[in-house]
């Protein structure tokens, strides 16, 4: 089997977990998960990483993380070696904790986020017990074992958590938002949904074919550094959203805010929306928030739209390529 690639880039998405070692426990009573917690936030705050979902199992742990700054390593080497430290001195121990390193899957975050979110908080289910399944589920509702009481109820929400990331998905932080969520994540232990994480065997990629084949050409296998690389230094070079759509509207001579208007420059739109997904790597709910207001379903139709029509009409392509030309340089300049 090939060896997955360790793949990190600025605002990548990942899930990631450690089990304990030889398969012991890593959380023996409450209070082990509340240090965990404690420390968990510290880390995140320390390395900017943004946490939507989390499972804490007696002998392993599920995040679905975020980095910003592309530094996945170096949060989960800090992170991990402070709960080795504080567990090993709570219960008078030494030596590993975990099973040796964590492992990540990077995540196609526009068509799998949903779905390992969901993955992780079902997770508590998966173990075996003789309690009805009704009971395992409304304990589920109730107990912070995972993150999902603070997508339900706001009251149950843990500071380090991010939840608007998952819930832009379904319109944002909003009553029905979360109750659709709480209907999808319902869904999924009705139907026994299949874990998202089979697709992410032998190449630690959770993701449609072309997210992963253009992820494979961008990331080598061999040990070059970041530095011997173009492509990847490009990744570290995203564009504030904000800075692209002032440009981008010079370059197209429209106003700003009718950019952001429905139903108005419906291409000129479309090419925006195309272009923040390209430069700046936010997910098409963010970018719909920044287009009109739209549901990220809406910006998935209208950036297919925009390549049926751009591989049809050569004009269309020109202006296109021309625009992104220009914004690459005005990228490396760091607009």
Not at 252 to 268: D, H, M, P
Request: proline fraction near 3%.
């Amino acid at each position: 089997m090939a060896r997955q690639l360790r793949i990190q880039y600025p605002d990548a998405y990942y899930h990631v977990t450690c089990r304990g070692n030889e398969r012991r426990e890593i959380f023996r009573d409450k209070k082990d998960r509340g240090l965990f917690f404690k420390l968990l936030a510290r880390s995140l705050d320390i390395f900017e990483v943004q946490l939507m979902t989390y499972a804490c199992m007696p002998n392993h742990f599920h995040l679905l993380v975020c980095t910003p700054k592309g530094n996945l390593s170096e949060f989960m080497r800090h992170f991990n070696i402070s709960y080795t430290g504080a567990f090993n001195r709570k219960h008078s121990r030494s030596g590993h904790l975990y099973q040796g390193r964590y492992k990540a899957f990077l995540i196609d975050a526009d068509n799998y986020l949903l779905e390992v979110s969901r993955y992780i908080h079902l997770n508590p289910l998966r173990m075996k017990s003789k309690e009805p399944q009704e009971k395992k589920w409304l304990d589920l509702l109730q107990n912070d074992q995972t993150s999902l009481p603070g997508y339900i109820n706001q009251r149950n929400r843990k500071e380090f958590v991010n939840y608007t990331i998952v819930l832009n998905y379904f319109g944002g932080d909003t009553r029905k938002s979360r109750t659709e969520y709480t209907k999808f994540v319902e869904e999924g232990f009705r139907k026994e949904a299949s874990s998202p994480l089979e697709k992410g065997k032998g190449t630690g990629i959770i993701g449609k074919e072309n997210f992963v084949e253009e992820i494979k050409q961008l990331f080598s296998k061999d040990k070059e550094s970041v530095r011997e690389q173009p492509a990847l230094r490009e990744l570290g070079k995203a564009i504030s959203p904000e800075a692209l759509i002032v440009q981008y509207a010079k370059l197209v001579g429209i106003k700003r805010e009718e950019l952001a208007t429905k139903g108005r420059q419906s291409t000129e739109r479309a090419m925006l929306m195309e272009l923040l997904y390209r430069f700046c790597r936010i997910t098409q709910p963010e970018i719909g928030k920044l287009t009109g207001g739209i549901d990220y379903s809406a910006v998935s139709q209208a950036r297919k739209r925009l390549q049926l029509k751009i591989r049809k009409e050569p004009e269309w392509a020109n202006k296109f390529n021309q625009i992104q030309n220009k914004l690459g340089q005005m990228s490396r300049v760091k607009i």
